[in-house]
């Protein structure tokens, strides 16, 4: 929520938003409890670390009101956590956060906060070191959620199936010299479509999907492909949870995409075979 940081007072302002709603909710005595042995100071390293492992959702999703997705030893009485949403949302409103753009910031600061909250109560390591982090942890990472995952020793990269919450395939690449991780996806087009046909998807594809990279280039064999990426930085560590929900979300944003492709000039690997005959089951 990069773009809401900077309409709002920049760091500053997040970090001031974060302490009061964190003060707020420590005075109430039905809520001090969600906060309990999370220090102040946990809350607000995790909000300014970790944004870009909270992907920008379809901004339909945030018609609904943020849902506890922490884990669960420490999620609280569902009508608690609706109480701490709303303060939130008057903290917001108090701040003067537009109420187009307060679904948006509550939901991204929920999140990184139910992280904090859930790492507090864990028991057992969930959390990469900085040192930690290598193409072999990544791929040992995919494998132990039984995700099939192959390492491509030309280029580098981990290539992924479509199971356990990942919906396309996807590769990823550890840039040890950015300390980054990057996310990728690719689609083919189909045969005698051109680079500048796909010039178009891009275009729209980056409109509709604005946390995505979106390219399209021809490859060795001059076949034009359509190229998604994101990145997220590792030198300050990196939380699992977070890297399985930024895995998992790149893909369905990169399937999203697909949806500006009216002229089906590419080819989706996960579409439903059409006109075979027989009704859909």
């Not at 057992?124 to 491509?152: G, H, V, W």
């Not at 998992?248 to 006109?275: C, G, M, S």
């Amino acid at each position: 929520m990069n773009d809401l940081v900077l309409k709002y007072g920049g760091v500053a302002g997040l970090k001031k938003l974060v302490e009061t709603f964190y003060e707020r909710v420590c005075k109430e005595r039905g809520l001090m409890h969600y906060f309990f042995s999370v220090p102040l100071v946990q809350i607000m390293a995790d909000q300014l670390t970790y944004p870009h492992y909270i992907m920008r959702k379809p901004d339909i999703d945030y018609r609904t009101s943020p849902k506890q997705t922490g884990v669960k030893e420490i999620r609280i009485a569902l009508h608690v956590f609706e109480d701490v949403i709303k303060l939130l949302y008057v903290v917001l409103s108090d701040a003067k956060v537009h109420r187009n753009d307060a679904p948006r910031m509550a939901s991204h600061i929920i999140e990184l906060v139910e992280e904090t909250r859930s790492r507090a109560a864990d028991t057992k390591k969930a959390f990469y070191k900085p040192a930690e982090i290598t193409t072999d942890a990544l791929l040992t990472f995919y494998r132990s959620q039984t995700i099939e995952a192959k390492l491509d020793e030309t280029t580098g990269e981990i290539r992924t199936m479509v199971m356990q919450g990942l919906s396309y395939p996807m590769s990823t690449v550890f840039n040890e010299r950015e300390s980054s991780i990057h996310l990728i996806a690719r689609a083919k087009a189909k045969e005698s479509v051109e680079v500048n046909d796909v010039q178009p998807i891009v275009m729209a594809a980056s409109t509709k999907v604005p946390p995505i990279h979106f390219s399209t280039y021809a490859d060795e064999n001059g076949i034009t492909i359509f190229e998604g990426r994101y990145q997220v930085a590792t030198k300050y560590g990196v939380p699992k949870r977070l890297l399985q929900r930024v895995t998992n979300h790149f893909t369905w944003r990169f399937e999203e995409a697909f949806k500006v492709d009216e002229q089906e000039l590419l080819i989706n690997v996960v579409a439903p075979p059409k006109n075979r005959g027989y009704d859909k089951i």
